[in-house]
């Protein structure tokens, strides 16, 4: 292996993608992720925002970590690795799964895609090589980080159908949610599937490095009939708190790199509790979460809408207006498809219970002097926003 | 066809033997499988040579007297239990005439005056701070977390036992060298070097320890715990024979060459056992008795086992470093400074601390000692039933000779062993000549002989980290498993080993405690 001497001259990698848009960033807001350079917000966040909701959207997905998964044990592997049954998971299908240390504390999330009978690729938020191999122990598989080896765009709005066949990719309109399909843009082979993090109908498209750009000039081709705008990271915190997905790292502690006792979160205390499958067979984590499956709740991240239209913030939660302190914003975001103050936080429940009247005490300010509001908070099962156009196979053509 | 019991033990090893028979005798119906066709493990005695013409007591081929309770409680004396002769310890030196070491003196050319007064109040002090560790050897570890009633009792009685058996000012000394090694302590209390070796010898022999590792003072004072019932003495296999039969007399059913391949796992609990042959036993609970990693790793598997735990198994530290060799002798060995009478006793080759330091050394980088130590004995004057008339056996414990040996055992041995003939020959000039037969048993030979990973006598090093609430580790204390109705048993649990019978009586008294057994 040889070492580039100059790396620190650059110290973000450019994804395949990025001289396609290197271009395109009005603002020059831009964000790290996973040591990649990409797009905070390209122009303007509510154009980008938009984007998802009405128009088509693309973003550079390529810096999620995703890891291969291959061998006569994988699917065993999985299944010890996961909390979710995997029973139903099969080639040309994707699941979304969680996983946890030995406490029933999450490490992580993520999707799982099935390829073939034994080969699968797991997309993670967060770098786990180290926990996927250690729990690899006693099982015939290969795991290997193939992060910089795939390139990818999640291609996400209700028109996004329509842009993907103009731009050449046939196949897709029978395709459905969670499926994935192998297929062509003109000459570039590309792995489409009908995933995302918005909340919206889209598809994620998965190609090798060197066929990058192609593709993203076969889709930005079709520009002049359709609105397709390239979006970063802010607009995406909008979509997927509307969207009701949970972020780990942010949202709550990945158990990993949890240094403080208690601190960490089991799948049931964020709500994921319905990847939890306590029957499937055993898992990394089974008899912690069985035990706390048998206590109370203590504690849950809770979709709330927030009163009135002042940006919350990172606000305390109370048990009732001037009540005692139960939790905190863990993030928020104002609708504007649902003109309504979103936020997902992290409540202590009393007896077992949510308690009945929440409230966020927050400051704002109003011409730059600082003042305190209470707003009502109004708990959500649901996620605030999922479109019918969503799920619709085929999808409505534009 | 399936058989039911109500608790399965694995391996015969004497902690499994006692195990087994204390289960028994609270009315448990108990199956004992174990691997080999003979029981008793690392204390069973052995045979090699021509048509098998020589013995010797086993890998084990010294140990103290178990302790009275034990006894009592198998009827171990009501079926032949007998305590061999106690011995001496001879110290060798190249140049210079042996020192004899006994359990309150120690004589010899050119040894001064302090250090003979110092001797037995230093035997005397260590043996105090061992008795007052006993409260924790003599029962399961106590769990910091959620302190039980148990627990708490255990923890008051040693803080009583430290603070008032020893008084204040000795409190302070234990709590001084508790935790540091023995070659400083050592370094304090005498001038001689042979007499400083000698006793380093014991702190380090059979651990991957030199005498200036921390918590070398630890494991000398289990060795001490040891001796409380009586001084070491040569193996005469009457333990193991007493163990079989009363366990056998108590119900159990013991089954030699009975392997275990694999524990059935149901739902996160121990079911039964499946042996080699394909056979099934189904049981309430099961008992391991052989090393804690190969129980998880082999018997129930890692993928059986939560990530962590099964990582933090695969990184427990326990690489023998001890080998074994086995001579049979045309006649009685003649070593330089020492007269026949003392070939009964123990002779150690391990002239000075250094020397003991510098033979660990080569071990860490996976070398064989190039001047080893020795620790000898001549069991065939104390059974000369052990070689054929005329002729002698002699049992050697060989250290250090690493487990993962540069080049591989099987390609190195024939030279090491010639290395360490020659080694033992400018003690015991013309030695060479005087070997029929020979068996030779490195790290390796006695992982595969005895099932003990990497050929570690204790089934895991007596480290601070892996010793009391933390052995063998961190979510199996107390000889728990994460597996419901799995248990452990052997040496690599608290308090470790020696052939003391305590890992196996603890390890039962928990299991009957628990309600585990009903």
């Known amino acids: 292996m040889t070492i580039d001497r100059l790396h620190f001259r650059q110290p973000l990698a450019h994804t395949p993608f990025y001289e396609a848009y290197a271009d395109l960033s009005k603002t020059e807001n831009w964000a790290t992720w996973n040591s990649y350079k990409v797009p905070r917000i390209v122009d303007k966040l509510s154009v980008e925002y938009f984007a998802v909701r009405s128009g088509c959207s693309v973003m550079d997905l390529t810096p999620m970590e995703k890891y291969r998964i291959e061998g006569p044990d994988a699917r065993s592997y999985l299944d010890k690795l996961v909390t979710r049954d995997l029973s139903k998971l099969r080639p040309g299908r994707v699941t979304y799964v969680v996983w946890c240390n030995d406490d029933g504390k999450l490490i992580d999330d993520g999707t799982l895609f099935q390829f073939d009978t034994n080969r699968y690729r797991l997309c993670a938020q967060h770098h786990q090589l180290d926990w996927l191999l250690m729990s690899a122990d006693g099982f015939d598989v290969e795991i290997a980080l193939e992060t910089h080896d795939v390139a990818a765009l999640a291609v996400q709005g209700p028109t996004s159908y329509s842009v993907l066949e103009m731009a050449g990719i046939a196949g897709l309109e029978d395709l459905e949610p969670f499926g994935i399909r192998e297929l062509a843009c003109g000459s570039v082979p590309v792995v489409v599937s009908r995933t995302g993090y918005t909340g919206d109908l889209g598809y994620e498209l998965w190609v090798a490095p060197e066929h990058a750009i192609a593709l993203w000039n076969s889709i930005f081709a079709v520009r002049g009939r359709y609105d397709i705008h390239l979006i970063g990271l802010d607009a995406l915190e909008m979509v997927r708190i509307e969207a009701g997905f949970v972020m780990p790292g942010f949202d709550f502690n990945c158990a990993e790199t949890t240094i403080r006792d208690g601190y960490d979160r089991s799948p049931y205390e964020v709500g994921l509790g319905w990847a939890v499958h306590l029957d499937k067979g055993r898992f990394t984590g089974r008899k912690a979460l069985r035990a706390e499956k048998l206590r109370p709740a203590g504690r849950r991240l809770t979709k709330l809408v927030v009163d009135g239209n002042k940006p919350v913030g990172e606000a305390f939660i109370y048990a009732g207006r001037k009540g005692k302190q139960v939790g905190e914003i863990k993030c928020t975001t104002w609708s504007p498809i649902l003109k309504a103050n979103l936020a997902i936080a992290d409540i202590d429940y009393i007896g077992g219970k949510l308690p009945d009247s929440l409230w966020a005490r927050f400051d704002y300010q109003r011409e730059l002097k600082w003042r305190t509001a209470w707003a009502e908070c109004h708990p959500q099962t649901k996620p605030f926003y999922t479109p019918e156009h969503r799920s619709k196979t085929p999808p409505a053509r534009f | ?518």
Request: glycine residues 12%; contains cysteine.
């Open chain 2, 1 to 518: 066809m399936t058989e039911r019991y109500d608790a399965i033990v694995i391996g015969a090893g004497h902690n499994g033997l006692v195990c087994a028979g204390y289960l028994a005798r609270a009315g448990m119906r108990v199956v004992l499988c174990e691997a080999s066709t003979a029981v008793g493990g690392m204390a069973a005695g052995r045979r090699f040579g021509d048509g098998e013409r020589y013995g010797v007591p086993g890998l084990a081929h010294l140990h103290c007297p178990v302790g009275k309770t034990l006894c009592n409680d198998l009827k171990l004396d009501d079926f032949g239990y007998s305590v061999g002769e106690p011995i001496d310890t001879i110290a060798l030196a190249p140049d210079a005439a042996p020192l004899v070491l006994g359990v309150d003196s120690v004589k010899g050319d050119a040894l001064n005056d302090a250090d003979i007064a110092a001797y037995p109040q230093f035997r005397r002090r260590y043996a105090g701070f061992a008795a007052a560790l006993a409260p924790l050897f003599e029962t399961k570890p106590p769990r910091l977390k959620n302190l039980a009633t148990g627990d708490l009792s255990t923890l008051t009685k040693l803080g009583w036992k430290i603070r008032f058996g020893l008084g204040r000012d000795i409190m302070y000394e234990f709590l001084r060298v508790a935790a540091i090694n023995i070659h400083d302590v050592l370094n304090e209390a005498f001038d001689d070097e042979r007499l400083k070796a000698a006793i380093a010898l014991d702190a380090v022999l059979g651990s991957a320890m030199g005498p200036r590792t921390p918590g070398t003072v630890l494991t000398w004072l289990q060795r001490l715990h040891g001796e409380r019932h009586g001084a070491i003495a040569m193996s005469n296999g009457t333990l193991v024979a007493a163990l079989a039969q009363s366990a056998e007399a108590a119900g159990v059913t013991i089954r030699p060459g009975c392997p275990v391949e694999r524990v059935l796992i149901d739902d996160d609990r121990a079911t039964g056992v499946m042996l080699a042959g394909g056979e099934t036993l189904e049981a309430g609970i099961v008992v391991s008795g052989i090393d804690p990693r190969a129980t998880f790793l082999q018997l129930v598997g890692a993928p059986q086992l939560d990530t962590m735990f099964a990582n933090r198994v695969r990184q427990i530290r326990g690489a023998g470093v001890v080998g074994k060799l086995h001579l049979g002798l045309e006649g009685l060995p003649e070593f330089s400074g020492v007269d026949a009478s003392q070939l009964r006793q123990r002779l150690l080759i391990a002239p000075t601390m250094r020397h003991v330091e510098r033979a660990f050394n080569c071990s860490k980088y996976g070398e064989c000692a190039e001047h080893p130590v020795f620790e000898i004995t001549v069991p065939s004057l104390a059974d000369p039933s052990l070689a054929p008339e005329g002729r002698h056996v002699m049992s050697v414990n060989v250290a250090y000779l690493p487990f993962d040996v540069k080049g591989g055992w099987q390609e190195n041995k024939a030279a090491i062993v010639r290395h360490i003939l020659a080694e033992l020959a400018t003690y015991a000039p013309g030695i060479e000549s005087q070997v029929s037969d020979h068996e030779f048993l490195s790290p390796a030979d006695i992982e595969r002989e005895y099932g003990a990973v990497q050929g570690h006598w204790h089934h895991g090093e007596l480290s601070i980290h892996q010793s009391f609430m933390l052995r063998p580790l961190y979510g199996a204390a107390q000889y728990d498993t994460p597996v419901e109705q799995l248990y452990l048993c052997s040496a690599g649990c608290h308090p470790g080993g020696g052939v003391t019978g305590l890992a196996g009586r603890n390890a039962a008294k928990r299991i009957l405690e628990s309600g585990a057994a009903s």
